[in-house]
C-alpha cells in the first residue's frame, strides 16, 4: 500500500489557503487517477484506489496541520509497509516559488508544524516529501504563518496550479521508480 498524506486544514476558512496547496494536489491526483471522492473515515478524508497496479491510499488529515502526524494511525502497523518507501507527504513550501516543487527523501521538517508532526508519529525523518512552492512574502516583516494561512495572489495561484500535471508525473515517477529516480528526473536546481 502506498500512502500519500496530504498536509492542510480542514474548514471553508482554510481551503483556499497557500497552506492548503497539497490538499489541492491531492485533489488533482484523485481526478486524474478516477478515485472516487474523499470520505470522512474518522479523523481524516480518504480516497483511495488502485493505479498502474498498486494500491494507492490519499488522505486529508482533518486535525489541523500541527497535528498531521495523527493520519498515520493504523498505517503504521501495517504489515509490509515501510514510510521510507511507500509515503509520501504533500507539502506547502515557502522557499520555493509558486509552480515550483522539490521530492526529497528525507530530512528535517525545516520548521514546518505539519513535518514536525508526522516526523513526531513515524519517530523518523525518513520518508519522502513532496514540497509544493507557494512562495515566500516580499516584505521580511510579514508574519509567516499569516502569509501561509491566506489566499495566494492570482497569478500566484494560476502558477501553482498549472504545475500540477508536471507534479502528477512526479507522484507517477514515486509510486513506479521510487524517490531517487523521481529526484533525478523532476527536480530543478
Known sequence: MKLLIALGNPGERYR???HNAGWWLAD?????????RFRRRGR??????RH????????????????????????????GWEPDTDLLVLVDDLA?????????GSGSAGGHNGLLSIEGALRSQQYARFR????APADRDVDR???????????????????????SEAVECWLSEGVETAMNRFNRS
Open 16 to 18: 483556499d489557503t497557500r
Open 28 to 36: 488533482h491526483l484523485v481526478n486524474r487517477w478516477s478515485f472516487g
Open 44 to 49: 481524516v478524508a480518504e480516497s483511495a484506489g
Open 52 to 79: 498502474e497496479g498498486r494500491d494507492i491510499a490519499v488522505l486529508k488529515p482533518l486535525t489541523f496541520m500541527n497535528r498531521s502526524g495523527q493520519a498515520l494511525r493504523g498505517f503504521r502497523e501495517l504489515p
Open 96 to 104: 520555493l516559488e509558486p509552480g515550483r516543487f522539490r521530492l526529497r
Open 132 to 135: 509544493i512552492g507557494v512562495g
Open 145 to 167: 504563518a499569516d502569509w501561509v494561512l491566506s489566499a495566494p495572489r492570482p497569478d500566484q495561484e494560476e502558477g501553482i496550479l498549472a504545475g500540477f500535471d508536471l507534479m
